[in-house]
């Protein structure tokens, strides 16, 4: 699954492979997406109250990762148009256009 790492001089990468492959597994793909139904069942729509931190910053970039890699699953941009007026990570979009070589 795509992870972010950062070296020790700061600079960070974004491996994306896996992602697809994820959301391919019919049960995987299942329970990915009935988990981010569940954040939209919740009345806060303030992740770092409901996720604390940094996991607020991990669902962001998640919820980004995964619609960029499928859009057409839904879910993933109502998650982040809940907690995140519908702005994806920008960072996690870079270090993508990154891994691409975009």
Sequence with gaps: ??????????????RSK???EYLKD????????????????LESCDAGEVMGFPDDLKLRSSMTLFHEVAPEIEVFQK?????????????????L???EGG
């Design 79 to 95: 998650v982040l148009d809940k907690f995140f007026n519908g702005e994806a990570d920008q960072r996690t979009i870079e270090l």
């Design 97 to 99: 256009k990154e891994n």
């Design 1 to 14: 699954m795509g992870k972010i790492e950062e070296s020790g001089a700061g600079n960070r990468s974004l």
């Design 18 to 20: 896996g992602e697809e």
């Design 26 to 41: 019919d049960l995987l793909r299942e329970h990915l997406c009935e988990i981010s139904g569940a954040l939209l069942q």
